[in-house]
Each structure stands twice: as structure tokens, then as C-alpha cells.
């Protein structure tokens, strides 16, 4: 069987339950060869493992995760798919340096459904910050508070609305609202320096 060169991820493995597809949502994150990009709250690899296939083993994938299953997870597919430009970071986001990734060093951090399972939101969004190069960009990803049915509870969940304050709170500018499915919304950021 032919290998399709435009499929970038692994749907069928990684997949969310059909409530949202990596694979859509990272041809529309302009990642290139090459590029340093950070999945803050990696999981099971959802965004990772396709990320780590684009950026190719001129770029790096750091796999950050507070959870030691999540992060084996991830090295294990990388192992099947011959991935060797992705680090694991086992670290706690909700902590300005948590991550141990070097200021200013990476040009994407991705935060995809991580923030309503977060107690400190501004710390999370400052370590991504802080880890963004000049013209780094930060994506959040997470649930539609009003589709929570099939989500989290609807208390934990923040609205784009939210976002944009949090944003705006923590020296970053909305560059544009990304499509993500009808579960989820998406925006993408850069910092004010």
C-alpha cells in the first residue's frame, strides 16, 4: 500500500473519539522542518507524534507531561515511528520554569485541552511565554464550555472569552482564531516584549 505523503498523523491511534482531529488542526499550524515546538500536557501523544513527523529530525518536539504513563506513552510510539527528535519533560506547568525548557528557545509551545484541568492559568500561560521565542507563537486548544456534555465538567472549562482576558492579562496578543471542529476552539498568540 502506497504511503498518502499529506497524511501527517495517526488518527486512527491517537485520536480523540472523533470530537477532534489532530491531524486537521496541525496542517493548519504553519509547522515546518526544523522548527522547536513544546506540547504542554502531551498525553498519550495526540499532537506530539504528528508534530514530531513535521518538524523532522532537523527540529524537536518537547513532550512535557506531569504524568510518568503519558510521557512512556509517548516515547514508545516514537519508538514504532522512529521518532528520535522528541524529548520527554516530566514537569509541573503550573510553575513559572517547571517545564526546565530554556527562555525564549522554542517557536511554538501548543496547549491543547490542558487548561481546564489547571488550577494556576496564569502560570501556565506565563512558562509558555516564557519559553516562546521573540516571534514564537503560543496555541490554545480546549473544550466549548456549552459541549461539555461530552467533555469536562462544565466549571473547569474557560471560554474564549476567558482566554482572551487571560491573554491580555499575561502580555499576549491574539494573532487569530483557529478552526478546531465544533468541540473545541482554538487560538493562536504571540508575546508582547
Known amino acids: 500500500m502506497e504511503e498518502n505523503k499529506n497524511d501527517i498523523g495517526i488518527i486512527s491511534e491517537v485520536g480523540s473519539g472523533g470530537l477532534m482531529n489532530p491531524d486537521d488542526i496541525i496542517k493548519k499550524m504553519n509547522i515546518t522542518s526544523g522548527m522547536i515546538i513544546a506540547d504542554f500536557g502531551c498525553g498519550a501523544g495526540y499532537f506530539t507524534i504528528p508534530i514530531a513527523k513535521l518538524v523532522t529530525n532537523s527540529g524537536k518536539v518537547y513532550a512535557v507531561d506531569v504524568l510518568n504513563s503519558a510521557l512512556e506513552s509517548v516515547l514508545s510510539k516514537a519508538k514504532i515511528y522512529g521518532l528520535l527528535n522528541i524529548e520527554t519533560v516530566r514537569a509541573n506547568i503550573e510553575t513559572i520554569g517547571g517545564s526546565n525548557i530554556k527562555d525564549r528557545s522554542v517557536d511554538l509551545a501548543v496547549l491543547a485541552n490542558i487548561l481546564f484541568q489547571c488550577n494556576d492559568y496564569d502560570s501556565v500561560i506565563g512558562e509558555a511565554k516564557r519559553i516562546i521565542k521573540d516571534n514564537g507563537k503560543i ?8 459541549k461539555v456534555p461530552l467533555g469536562p465538567k462544565f466549571e473547569h472549562c474557560l471560554s474564549e472569552e476567558d482566554i482572551k482576558k487571560l491573554s ?6 491574539i494573532i487569530k482564531n483557529l478552526n478546531t471542529g465544533n468541540k473545541h476552539y482554538g487560538m493562536v498568540f504571540s508575546a508582547i516584549r
Open 139 to 146: 496555541i490554545i486548544i480546549d473544550w466549548i464550555p456549552d
Open 168 to 173: 491580555i492579562k499575561n502580555g499576549l496578543k
